[in-house]
């Protein structure tokens, strides 16, 4: 079983909502990322982080926003949410030269 | 365009039944493929690893191709179970940027009926 967990595993909120998606891990991973995922289609990556303090934006664009002040918790946030923030959020991490991820079980957002 | 197409994009298939899904990618330099199984509600969770060097690789019921010079690589599953259906999802790895980068086909969804 993966040692990544994610909270909440689903989530049904109005527009203009704060939101924060948690993640964390025990492997003492340092790489973490955010994927994005919408039924039939491929993963996309919005944000990562090689360690603590260091966070970045992936290949989609994405009006959310991350934080990694531990090396066990990478937070993603949403300030104001919209109808078009629904989806599914995947995080996943890796060791430092390694590609293969480990995923945690996603949180699927509903934005009403 | 996506560099790792897959297909087919569904399959159905009886218990017991054998079947192969297919990728193909046009990722260059490439690194190596992994196959991830996705069941739904849940994160993938990897199969199997191909690098450069390796035709076939085996996990079980899975068994892994590649063939590196035409770009293609197929998942073919022996003696289907009910916990087989599932998203299965080819990924590549481009080892040639400085950071490196994963590149993601967009599933084949199997399902297994009794």
């Known amino acids: 079983e993966a040692d990544i967990y994610q909270t909440p595993r689903y989530l049904v909120i109005g527009t203009g909502k704060k939101i924060t998606l948690e993640c964390s891990q025990t492997?003492?991973?340092?790489?973490m990322y955010w994927y994005q995922q919408d039924p039939g289609m491929e993963l996309h990556l919005i944000h990562y982080?090689?360690?603590?303090?260091?966070?970045e934006k992936g290949d989609l664009s994405s009006e959310s926003t991350v934080s990694r002040i531990r090396t066990e918790h990478f937070p993603l946030t949403l300030e104001s949410a919209r109808p078009s923030h629904t989806s599914q959020y995947l995080c996943?991490?890796?060791?430092?030269?390694?590609?293969?991820?480990?995923f945690g079980a996603g949180s699927r957002l509903t934005v009403l | 365009k996506n560099q790792v197409e897959q297909s087919p994009q569904s399959l159905i298939i009886l218990e017991g039944k054998n079947c192969t899904l297919q990728?193909?990618?046009?990722?260059?330099?490439?690194?190596?493929l992994r196959w991830y199984k996705q069941d739904t509600g849940r994160g993938p969770v990897s199969l199997t690893i191909?690098?450069?060097?390796?035709n076939t690789k085996s996990n079980g019921r899975y068994t892994a191709t590649l063939d590196a010079d035409t770009k293609q690589s197929s998942l073919h599953i022996t003696a289907s179970q009910l916990s087989d259906s599932a998203s299965y999802i080819c990924?590549?790895?481009?080892?040639?940027?400085?950071?490196?980068?994963?590149?993601f086909g967009r599933g084949t969804q199997l399902t297994v009926w009794p």
């Open positions: 996943a991490s890796s060791l430092s030269g390694a590609n293969v991820l480990t």
């Open positions: 492997m003492g991973h340092d790489k």
């Open positions: 982080s090689y360690g603590v303090n260091s966070t």
């Open positions: 990728c193909n990618y046009t990722v260059s330099p490439f690194s190596n």
């Open positions: 191909m690098t450069f060097s390796e």
């Open positions: 990924v590549v790895y481009d080892r040639g940027s400085t950071l490196g980068r994963l590149y």
